[in-house]
């Protein structure tokens, strides 16, 4: 298969759900809808959803039904990346080469356009658009709902943006940095594998099967992501190359060095991979996107 | 009926609920459990809550099933709180007399703790602690859960602040100021009262008239805290009398004057009442709390 392709045609639908999904602007308040669609269609590779939807058909899932869950965990994601962004905490200018949400609408409204995009996720999610559907349905969309709260939370992705920030320029080792990429990416990339899964019907064995895949992947993706901010150009990343050295971030990297992450990187790919033997080609995605992930140069 | 004892109740049942579903504290991310429960427990009168429970009950509601929405709905207020008081926002340095969570944990703390709040309030909502509850309800809780989302997001409260923040030093109009007051403030009162009668069995007219009261409630009750913020004593309020003033806040006060917005403030309320005319002693809470609303001296 053409992984290129397969994730251009993902983010098109992505990207076109996310236009449907997004509320209409209202006069009042254009700045924050102007904001929230700044951060949200700033060219981002749409990873998370893409794996959602990949998990979804390689469980068997057919048709839209993913779509509003795919959204609502790019909403999430781009919500934590506007906050991230701001001066109190990393205080970056610009993100994929654009200037990020706070250095064009001002603090108190990309704080609150962050705001409005996790609440937003969690009301598309809920939403109940079909009339007729099983009510069997209902208990599995409170269950991913509250997947999504899990990972995204302070048991989840806030937990290890907190770590990460009191991290910051101090000397720390292995475990605390293992505890920052598994709760402040590996959660929400794990949740998006499972929601996908769990919506595309999937039980046991095959949810475990997904859910090692998407564990080994979060993890894997971090440290590649950490090895591309000391090795890639600023170029294609469209952020300074070393910033988490000169920030003083608690990486991978700084606790083990670049060729010894690159390994465990490689590594984690190869256990994403395996945790899908028993499967056929239908999760051909997931396994060229777990490759693609490594193989990135920005 | 006697209303203080009502209220003390009520808050004690709310405030052990709180401690009860708040996640345990975790070592590495202490401070963020820290800064939570300092805002989440800084002596807030839990008026929201309150109301889930008055008009559930009011409805025919028993029980405990009201408590983790009353909880998430304080959680979420108390979410709105930590923002609005941030340097880029509101730059409040005290709130009910104690410091404000960024003067004491930091900015990047307040902020997610913030974040941590609000997700955490979905998670509640979206959790099904019974195994064996009908499905009838989860169609129910997804309602709330999307109900609760609207209020608290881009079309409710945080459009309202959206619209505040940029209002502010500026000459505005009336309906400037009810959408920022129907939008920032009203919108979770009016949820509230909704949630809290959908859970308890309320339909139609009942949950007509239980909305005619809380969409009057929500107005008064930001009509009333501005005509504070101008008379208020400081020691009462936990911040300083005239505030708003001093920030070129949009209020009412600043529209109508002070005599004119008490005016307005008790005819809401008593619309409120009348909203109620077609209920018996069953809804003396929602009456007496809407009472008291105007009735405050801090």
């Not at 990972?151 to 937990?159: D, F, K, P, Y």
């Not at 770590?163 to 720390?172: I, K, L, M, Q, T």
């Not at 475990?175 to 794990?190: D, W």
């Not at 988490?244 to 490689?266: F, H, N």
Request: proline letters at 4%.
């Amino acid at each position: 298969m053409d992984i290129n392709r397969y994730l251009q045609e993902k983010k098109e639908r992505v990207d076109s759900a996310l236009e449907k999904y997004l509320p209409k602007r209202e006069n009042l308040t254009l700045n924050l809808h102007k904001a929230m669609e700044h951060s949200l269609f700033a060219g981002g590779k749409r990873i998370r959803p893409i794996l959602s939807i990949a998990s979804f058909e390689a469980a068997g899932g057919k048709g839209e039904r993913i779509l509003p869950f795919a959204c609502a965990l790019e909403m999430i994601h781009t919500y934590s990346l506007i906050h991230d962004d701001l001066p109190a905490i990393d205080n970056d200018d610009t993100r994929r080469g654009k200037p990020t949400c706070h250095k064009v609408f001002g603090e108190a409204i990309a704080i609150l356009a962050g705001d409005g995009l996790l609440t937003e996720a969690f009301r598309l999610m809920a939403n109940r658009p079909e009339k007729d559907h099983s009510s069997c349905d209902d208990a599995l969309v409170l269950d991913l709902i509250n997947e999504v709260a899990h990972a995204a939370g302070i048991l989840g992705m806030v937990g290890g943006q907190v770590v990460d920030v009191e991290s910051e320029g101090r000397v720390v080792d292995l475990p605390t940095v293992q505890y920052i990429h598994t709760h402040k990416t590996g959660a929400m990339i794990l949740a998006s594998v499972r929601v996908g899964a769990k919506l595309g019907g999937a039980k046991e064995p095959l949810l475990k099967a997904l859910t090692r895949y998407g564990e080994s992947l979060g993890l894997a993706f971090q440290i590649a992501d950490d090895v591309l901010n000391v090795e890639g150009q600023a170029a294609l990343m469209g952020k300074q190359a070393g910033s988490d050295r000169v920030k003083g971030k608690a990486t991978y990297p700084s606790v083990l060095g670049v060729e010894e992450s690159k390994i465990r990187s490689r590594e984690l790919v190869e256990m994403a991979g395996d945790a899908l033997q028993s499967l056929g080609p239908e999760a051909d995605p997931l396994r060229e996107i777990a490759r693609f992930v490594v193989a990135r140069e920005y």
